[in-house]
């Protein structure tokens, strides 16, 4: 069962234009989500993260909105560039001793030139 | 200095060997833990691990064991490996409490031939 529905699987988006990956949970206890970003051979990075107290936090070109009502959070990259082009994951965790990551099933965003 | 870091970064190795994944943090979190990235990018938990608790997702077969010989370190022991065992394997650490980073190493890609 995936905790974490994430869409879309892939994006192309123009340099300059916005890219805009959503994700949904199933699991009410959770209460921090952070968005990660991952680069051909390397480990996840965490890119933003939110709390389900605010309905959005910007950082830079990068923005989540988060809408606990329906369960949803999306992130927003404005101005997309080249360099924004890797794989994004959404992920969720509840807050304790071992706070393991649900991740969603990621997204392949390509910006191109 | 690397946040968190695996050895080796490629493992290949025949159909029933042993096999282990050494993983070290220096950044002095209290929780270490080992995901599983399959051949289309999904991350999934394996275990998590600080020094009061060790959670394992019931999905992981005992064939996978974790080791922590100490704080910083938490290593992955394969038995009787198979072929559906090849994937990429990060390591994690984040500091227990509160909504803080989980820092990932750079992966080990494991291929069982």
């Known amino acids: 069962q995936q905790q974490v529905k994430q869409s879309p699987q892939s994006l192309i988006v123009q340099k300059g234009g916005i890219s805009i990956i959503n994700c949904a949970y199933e699991n009410t206890a959770f209460d921090y989500f952070p968005w990660y970003q991952q680069f051909p051979g390397k480990g996840p990075a965490l890119l933003i993260a939110?709390?389900?107290?605010?309905s959005e936090k910007k950082e830079g070109r990068f923005t989540i909105s988060f809408n606990k009502s329906a369960k949803q959070f999306s992130l927003h990259i404005m101005d997309s560039q080249p360099g924004d082009s890797a794989t994004y994951f959404c992920?969720?965790?509840?807050?304790?001793?071992?706070?393991?990551?649900?991740f969603g099933s990621g997204t392949q965003l390509t910006v191109l030139p | 200095d690397t946040a968190v870091s695996q050895t080796p970064k490629y493992l290949v190795t025949q159909m029933g060997n042993d096999k282990s994944i050494k993983c070290e943090q220096n950044?002095?979190?209290?929780?270490m833990y080992w995901y599983k990235q399959d051949s289309k990018k999904f991350l999934k938990i394996m275990f998590s691990y600080n020094n009061k608790e060790l959670i394992i997702n019931e999905t992981v077969p005992n064939r996978f064991s974790p080791k922590s010989p100490d704080k910083a370190h938490l290593n992955l022991h394969i038995n009787s490996l198979e072929l559906g065992d090849s994937a990429v394997y990060f390591c994690?650490?984040?500091?227990?409490?509160?909504?803080?980073?989980?820092?990932f190493g750079q992966g080990t890609r494991l291929t069982v031939v």
């Open positions: 950044l002095g979190h209290d929780t």
């Open positions: 994690a650490s984040s500091q227990g409490g509160g909504n803080t980073e989980a820092f």
């Open positions: 939110i709390r389900p107290d605010v």
């Open positions: 992920a969720a965790t509840v807050s304790g001793s071992a706070r393991q990551l649900t």
